[in-house]
């Protein structure tokens, strides 16, 4: 099976700054489109950035000039680094990777089990 484990939450003072880290292990064969969502009590999960393998990404407008996805396809790893950010940044974020296992054809979604990111003074 697969795993996703996030690391690198944390209470940080709005201004501040974070690096997030999801790493899959498992019996992969590839991994497609990774990203990063987020959920806020009391508000649904939304999605912040995703980076397809070949690099092309995609945020959210309110992240967009503060926050940046990466990956290293070696590590099967994604990162998040978020800078100024902000109260309305705290939420538990999650990874989420389209993993195709080694005994399977078809891609299926994985998620982590989050990471606390807390934003106050």
């Known amino acids: 099976q697969v795993q996703l484990v996030e690391s690198g939450g944390a209470l940080v003072q709005p201004g501040g700054s974070l690096r997030l880290s999801c790493a899959a292990s498992?019996?992969?064969?590839?991994?497609?489109?990774m990203g990063w969502y987020r959920q806020a009590p009391g508000k649904q999960r939304e999605l912040v950035a995703a980076?397809?393998?070949?690099?092309?990404?995609n945020y959210q407008n309110s992240v967009k000039g503060r926050f940046t996805i990466s990956r290293d396809n070696a590590k099967n790893t994604v990162y998040l680094q978020m800078s100024s950010l902000k109260p309305e940044d705290t939420a538990v974020y999650y990874c989420?990777?389209?993993?195709?296992?080694?005994?399977?054809?078809?891609?299926?979604?994985?998620w982590g089990r989050g990471t606390q990111v807390t934003v106050s003074s």
């Open positions: 989420n990777a389209e993993i195709r296992l080694r005994s399977s054809f078809i891609p299926s979604p994985y």
């Open positions: 980076i397809t393998n070949g690099g092309s990404t």
């Open positions: 498992g019996s992969i064969f590839s991994i497609g489109i």
